[in-house]
T-cell receptor
Framework: DAGVIQSPRHEVTEMGQEVTLRCKPI?????LFWYRQTMMRGLELLIY????????DSGMPEDRFSAKMPNASFSTLKIQPSEPRDSAVYFC??????????FGSGTQLSVL | QQQVKQSPQSLIVQKGGISIINCAYE??????FPWYQQFPGKGPALLIA?????SEKKEGRFTISFNKSAKQFSLHIMDSQPGDSATYFC????????????FGSGTQLTVLP
């Protein structure tokens, strides 16, 4: 299995631009999570889906952030408009049976 | 009450030494305590986990010690190796649910050759 696949690995954009991060979970996993990692705040859960349905988005910082999961093999996290304080590493993770989390390698986002 | 406090923030150990990372929690509803290991440029990966019905769990050189009354748990890395250099996160959840994982702030471990 290729594991959780995220793209792009690195994204550099200018303030105000739209950013879309992509994630392909491990086949057969029914829960998907988006995390943000920063030095100041550590690992923060933004949103998670179960069976493609958003269950808890209380960690999404602002309305500028949105996430979708149109099918079991694909999810996106969108930031529009982006701001410099959104600069972070964004991780996608998936799980089956809701215990062990499998993380992707992350997307390093820099908003200038 | 959902916090998990982790210490130290960074740790430097000589090759062959013992690395010890500590975590403390407040929420007594937590019943699953995993440790994740993260190498630079990679996502965290589950290393070892414990449930509160045991006081210790060992997997190779890695041991979790759990003190339910003190609401503390720790990771011990015996015979530390340079390849163990990584960031380690403790975490806790309720009913073993990944949905409710609360992560500690992380410990950057450096093992000197």
């Amino acid at each position: 299995d290729a594991g959780v696949i995220q793209s792009p690995r690195h994204e550099v954009t200018e303030m105000g631009q739209e950013v879309t991060l992509r994630c392909k979970p491990i086949s057969g996993h029914n829960s998907l999570f988006w995390y943000r990692q920063t030095m100041m705040r550590g690992l923060e859960l933004l949103i998670y889906f179960n069976n493609n349905v958003p269950i808890d988005d209380s960690g999404m910082p602002e309305d500028r952030f949105s996430a979708k999961m149109p099918n079991a093999s694909f999810s996106t996290l969108k930031i529009q408009p982006s701001e410099p304080r959104d600069s972070a590493v964004y991780f996608c993770a998936s799980t089956h049976r809701n215990e062990k989390l499998f993380f992707g390698s992350g997307t390093q986002l820099s908003v200038l | 009450q959902q916090q998990v406090k982790q210490s130290p923030q960074s740790l430097i150990v000589q090759k062959g030494g013992i690395s010890i990372i500590n975590c403390a929690y407040e929420n007594t509803a937590f019943d699953y305590f995993p440790w994740y290991q993260q190498f630079p440029g990679k996502g965290p990966a589950l290393l070892i986990a414990i449930r509160p019905d045991v006081s210790e769990k060992k997997e190779g050189r890695f041991t979790i010690s759990f003190n339910k009354s003190a609401k503390q748990f720790s990771l011990h890395i015996m015979d530390s190796q340079p390849g163990d250099s990584a960031t380690y996160f403790c975490a806790a959840s309720i009913r073993g649910s990944a949905r409710q994982l609360t992560f500690g702030s992380g410990t950057q471990l450096t093992v000197l050759p």
